[in-house]
């Protein structure tokens, strides 16, 4: 193995829901948990679980199982929360306002230092005490500034130009909540968030027995025009 | 094939992607594209793409492709999004306002019909012109009125509580922003969105060398204490 292996997304992702648990254990006191118990409230099969946890090494011994506290820092250190990371929210929307007044983020090390803004009337004032710049000055800033994510919180017609100037002076990450797929950039991971893409396939969940029921009842062709 | 027939969430989760791409190409003039162009920009497989819509019947003809409008026409009613929705909002924090005034929702047809919160200083006020109604009023609401769906923007503490009232009375589906899972309920379907997981997966992303190479240097093992 080294430094150039990578672990597959799927595992990723179920990492912060290992971490979110463990966390709720400990807050009511639980220090222990077998991989069955865990395996039974994750509904994740337990080979599952051992096997996402092996990607970073051995956790849990056997006839034990976990010790809740030692894998939750474990799990905390695997997805980077061990150190902190300096945000700044590109649009001082609905959104950006959403984020930047959400505590959580702060608690867990995510620190925003600056919101960009093309509004002039919006320029200069701040939300919870976070400066709105000029988004003319976003270079510069990031060019003197350890930027480590952006979160790109504007229509995506903006948000093209704006991914350039964020994959050119390498900033690390973006968080991605305007209504477009980013590509990663050389230097620059992507995270996209489609919430609109969420309520859809929430639609669909809610119509399925009658959407699968049409289309199983009709034979449907398009044809050319 | 009767109306039993499930489709997996993994091709649900990618007919939004389809449907907002072919939404790009009609804003552009675009009336029909093949197969490989789709599959090219979407970063899908042509194979996979056909796989996923022939859940729903024969689109696209061979050797001309798919007619743009048609086929986004489809989608649209796959995604039930050819009739209205009934929203309502359990709490009027950050993400409560964020959605409210987010006009891509209302555009699809999803109406928000009611703003659920405890603060005093909140109920009776309005957002975006919508009511923001005593929290102990949503069963009320909810029997007199037709709700689809409901979005649980509250701590996780009060989500139980209220998710119950919601599954009582047949609500369709929760959006749920709660920091906690919820399971779906009899007649109630859910959709999580965790934007602390999301936030945590891209800062995995980008540690991600850092990270694999600490724990390929390190053999871990969590020992009982």
Same mark, same amino acid.
């Given at each position: 193995? /080294?430094? *150039?292996?990578?672990?597959?997304?799927?595992?990723?992702?179920?990492?912060?829901?290992?971490?979110?648990?463990?966390?709720?254990?400990?807050?009511?006191?639980?220090?222990?948990?077998?991989?069955? *118990?865990?395996?039974?409230?994750?509904?994740?099969?337990?080979?599952?679980?051992?096997?996402?946890?092996?990607?970073?090494?051995?956790?849990?011994? =056997?006839?034990?199982?976990? /010790?809740?506290?030692?894998?939750?820092?474990? #799990?905390?250190?695997?997805?980077?929360? !061990?150190?902190?990371?300096?945000?700044?929210?590109?649009?001082?929307?609905?959104?950006?306002?959403?984020? $930047?007044?959400?505590?959580?983020?702060?608690?867990?090390?995510?620190?925003?230092?600056?919101?960009?803004?093309?509004?002039?009337?919006?320029?200069?004032?701040?939300?919870?005490?976070?400066?709105?710049?000029?988004?003319?000055?976003?270079?510069?800033?990031? =060019?003197?500034? !350890?930027?480590? $994510?952006?979160?790109?919180?504007?229509?995506?017609?903006?948000?093209?130009?704006?991914?350039?100037?964020?994959?050119?002076?390498?900033?690390?990450?973006?968080? /991605?909540?305007?209504?477009?797929?980013?590509?990663?950039?050389?230097? @620059?991971?992507?995270?996209?968030?489609?919430?609109?893409?969420?309520?859809?396939?929430?639609?669909?969940?809610?119509? *399925?027995?009658? #959407?699968?029921?049409?289309?199983?009842?009709?034979?449907?062709?398009? @044809?050319?025009?």
């Amino acid at each position: 193995m /080294n430094g *150039e292996k990578n672990v597959s997304l799927a595992v990723i992702k179920r990492l912060p829901k290992y971490y979110r648990y463990l966390g709720e254990l400990i807050d009511v006191d639980v220090s222990r948990i077998s991989s069955k *118990e865990l395996s039974e409230r994750l509904n994740i099969t337990a080979s599952q679980i051992r096997q996402d946890l092996n990607n970073f090494g051995s956790f849990g011994l =056997q006839g034990y199982g976990y /010790n809740v506290e030692l894998l939750y820092e474990e #799990i905390s250190r695997i997805l980077g929360l !061990n150190k902190d990371h300096n945000i700044i929210i590109i649009g001082a929307g609905n959104i950006g306002h959403a984020l $930047i007044n959400y505590s959580d983020f702060t608690n867990r090390g995510f620190k925003f230092i600056g919101i960009f803004e093309k509004d002039p009337n919006l320029i200069g004032t701040k939300i919870n005490n976070i400066d709105i710049y000029d988004i003319n000055t976003l270079e510069n800033f990031i =060019q003197g500034k !350890n930027v480590d $994510i952006a979160v790109l919180a504007i229509p995506k017609n903006s948000a093209n130009y704006i991914t350039k100037i964020l994959y050119k002076n390498n900033v690390r990450g973006i968080w /991605n909540f305007s209504n477009v797929d980013l590509k990663a950039g050389k230097n @620059t991971k992507v995270e996209d968030v489609h919430l609109m893409d969420s309520l859809m396939t929430l639609s669909y969940k809610i119509n *399925e027995k009658e #959407i699968i029921e049409r289309y199983t009842n009709k034979k449907l062709l398009i @044809t050319k025009r």
